[in-house]
């Protein structure tokens, strides 16, 4: 079955780190664009980073950092400095050659992983 596997959420105090992971089954995820989105409870799903094709990183300046590992067929989710306000499930959709601007319709979702920070 074509599909994104998600794994890695879990519950990490205040400032902590988590690493999700996104791997592609049945299709190689380096020929997709993969954006990563959060819907917190009560609220509407929100991008937070974007991934495209020929990236193997985005730019790490900000809290949240995308990576592809095509020889594993993954790709990931860094979260640094995590909020409680950073609580909520995490998604991760692939679009083919998508390069991160513009109308997309996404092809794969993954199930979600839940992030929860608390102290």
């Known amino acids: 079955q074509l599909q994104l596997v998600q794994s890695g959420g879990g519950t990490v105090q205040p400032g902590g780190s988590l690493r999700l992971s996104c791997t592609a089954s049945k299709f190689r995820i380096g020929y997709y664009g993969v954006g990563w989105f959060r819907q917190a409870p009560g609220k509407e799903r929100e991008a937070v980073s974007c991934?495209?094709?020929?990236e193997r990183t985005t730019n790490s300046e900000g809290r949240f950092t995308a990576s592809r590992d095509n020889a594993q067929n993954t790709v990931y989710l860094q979260l640094n400095s995590l909020a409680p306000e950073d609580t909520a499930v995490y998604y991760c959709?692939?679009?083919?050659?998508?390069?991160?601007?513009?109308?997309?319709?996404?092809?794969?979702w993954g199930q979600g992983a839940q992030v929860t920070i608390s102290s």
């Open positions: 991934i495209k094709q020929s």
């Open positions: 959709a692939a679009a083919p050659q998508y390069m991160c601007s513009g109308h997309v319709s996404w092809s794969f």
